[in-house]
């Protein structure tokens, strides 16, 4: 694969890479040295990529992975630590006690926090489905993992999210959006 | 709530489209007749789009997108974070700037336009002026641009519109043209955009040459030429485009 081809077509992803990075870090500046270290790292390992119809998940993998790495140089474990997703029951049982025009209603900034509060492989494989759209089979090569625990972790953090929306709404901790009259 | 045994996880496996063709219809026909599988579905869809919708969208940093799109070798980038970066070692200096050494001379301009056409061509940006007339269009160009813009006629492609881009720091035209399914970008620059050392060095590395022509892996062909003061690019992507 030529080096200007690779190239132009990783560059085309900055802009989604740099705001998978400004989720990930939550600073601008880290989130710079972020994409810029992925790129510097992409380009190193350019032989690697054999499909580059696959070049995005290709990139997102290398983020993550230099994203994981930055948490555990700063010993951040806490973020990394692989909270149990509950079982089959009590997550069938958290979407049950919410419904769907209570969801909707619920303002992008709870969702936020509620996705924040999620361990960071439930948190990942959900924001990788529904905010970047990439596929279960690409997730599950960006995470290293089987396609089945990225199935089982996105049901899981949908029904944790369901449950954390619920519980602060219970305690008037959601800021509701305003009906029009 | 009456249970059912559909697991949790298959309903949101439907609701992302990830389920096989027999299992999907099989979801569908059960949620006909089971009212808890069908507001679990409607809740999960819910939950799908309320996460969609908690994506901000930040735009690039002027100076990192500079820094990649043009890397450069001299003093100017070493005040940026990366030089913070590969301070680390001065192996892994060297490391840094023998990769940069191999980019530098075949990324720039080339890379520029392949990833502004790539674009184009996955997603179709919108032109900020849709016409197929395409006098029309050099006409709108030309009154933008700061130079006389001369659009060629494509064989069997028309025109769907275009907008002004900006080449290597200089005013250009980018006009959108179709040919049945494939997507054609044509760039028409003022001289001397694209450096010759640049093109006779792409023009060795190219896979195939056809006339001013060259083939480039990933479906990529450029195809150059010159017009009055202007130079034209044409990028078409090939094959499964």
Known sequence: MATDTFWATALGHMSELFNAAMALTRERAAAEDLVQETYRVALERQEQLRDLGRCRAWLFRILRNLH????????????????????????????????????????????????????????????????????????????????????????????RVAESLRGRSETGGLARKEKKP | MIPCDRPLETLSAFVDGELGVQEELEIRRHLDGCPICARRVATLEAMKGAVARTAEIHPVPHALKESLRVPKL????????????????????????????RLAPRASVTAQLISDHSRYAATGSPAEYATSDRERLARWFSERVGFSVSLPALADARVTGGRRCTIAGRKAALAFYE??????????????????????RLRKEAAGEAGDCLDFSGGYRLCFSTSGDTEVVTIETRGNA
């Open chain 1, 68 to 159: 994981l790495d930055s948490l555990r140089r700063g010993h951040r474990q806490a973020e990394l630590t692989v909270i149990p997703g509950g079982s089959e029951e009590a997550a069938t049982a958290a979407i049950d006690a919410i419904d769907s025009g209570f969801v909707t209603a619920t303002e992008p900034i709870d969702v936020r926090r509620a996705l924040d509060r999620l361990g960071e492989e439930f948190r990942t494989a959900v924001i990788l489905c529904d905010v970047e759209g990439f596929t279960y089979e690409e997730i599950a090569e960006i995470m290293e993992c089987p396609i089945g625990t990225v199935r089982s972790r996105i049901a899981r953090a949908r029904a």
């Open chain 2, 74 to 101: 001299d003093g100017r980038r070493q005040g940026y974070r990366l030089a913070g970066l590969v301070a680390a070692g001065s192996v892994f200096v060297l490391v840094v700037l023998f990769a940069w050494s």
């Open chain 2, 179 to 200: 040919r049945g399914k494939h997507r054609m970008s044509v760039f028409v620059m003022p001289a001397g955009t694209l450096p010759a050392a640049e093109r006779e």
